[in-house]
T-cell receptor
Framework: DAMVIQNPRYQVTQFGKPVTLSCSQT?????MYWYQQKSSQAPKLLFH???????NEADTPDNFQSRRPNTSFCFLDIRSPGLGDAAMYLC???????????FGQGTRLTVV | AQSVTQPDIHITVSEGASLELRCNYS??????LFWYVQSPGQGLQLLLK??????LVQGIKGFEAEFKRSQSSFNLRKPSVHWSDAAEYFC?????????????FGTGTQLKVEL
């Protein structure tokens, strides 16, 4: 009965090879977030969607892009992964603007 | 800009002992405040939240937190810690924007429980 599902849980990609991480939700929440969490650090917001409106954080590298084709799915695309992009990527959802965020289990990305 | 400080990087307590994890925030208005817990290799689970009203909030797993505006603090407490509470704990402040509730996290406190 997982509500925010991230696939895959573990992803290994080659340096410079594009990779896509996916997130789906069964909560029908209109807000979806992508966070990057490096080892022993706090999660850092990359971008979020409010419905179809995309909001990019000012310091999110251009190498990172996102797509949200419908309410249930959201994708994180890393165009040319570098070694510094190795991290846990967390997807979260929320209903409206005045509520808490629900997180998925995360995808651990390794760049070789 | 908003910020969250968790002064304790690591805390070790004995099972059955009480626990307090500290959190201070910086934000110009009344924030939305959260505590999340993260087990190794897992996502974040919400323990409790403060939006308004009673400054003492109860959460899951026997945790509570108290919002103190004068001290800009939102400390997490538990009267008796269980070994299964060992995890990393993140305090977060939510800033309401037109695009949603954006969370800024503290750097986390790693809790170790000694049996």
């Amino acid at each position: 009965d997982a509500m925010v599902i991230q696939n895959p849980r573990y992803q290994v990609t080659q340096f410079g090879k594009p990779v896509t991480l996916s997130c789906s939700q069964t909560l029908n929440h209109n807000v979806m977030y992508w966070y990057q969490q490096k080892s022993s650090q706090a999660p850092k917001l990359l971008f979020h969607y409010y419905d179809k409106d995309f909001n990019n954080e000012a310091d999110t590298p251009d190498n990172f892009q996102s797509r949200r084709p419908n309410t249930s799915f959201c994708f994180l695309d890393i165009r040319s992964p570098g070694l510094g992009d190795a991290a846990m990527y967390l997807c979260a959802t929320a209903y409206g603007v005045n509520t808490e965020a629900f997180f998925g289990q995360g995808t651990r990305l390794t760049v070789v | 800009a908003q910020s969250v400080t968790q002064p304790d990087i690591h805390i070790t307590v004995s099972e059955g002992a009480s626990l307090e994890l500290r959190c201070n925030y910086s934000y110009g208005a009344t924030p939305y405040l959260f505590w999340y817990v993260q087990s190794p290799g897992q996502g974040l689970q919400l323990l409790l939240k403060y939006f308004s009203g009673d400054t003492l909030v109860q959460g899951i797993k026997g945790f509570e937190a108290e919002f103190k505006r004068s001290q800009s603090s939102f400390n997490l407490r538990k009267p008796s810690v269980h070994w299964s509470d060992a995890a990393e704990y993140f305090c977060a402040v939510g800033i309401l924007t037109g695009g949603g509730n954006k969370l800024t996290f503290g750097t986390g406190t790693q809790l170790k429980v000694e049996l």
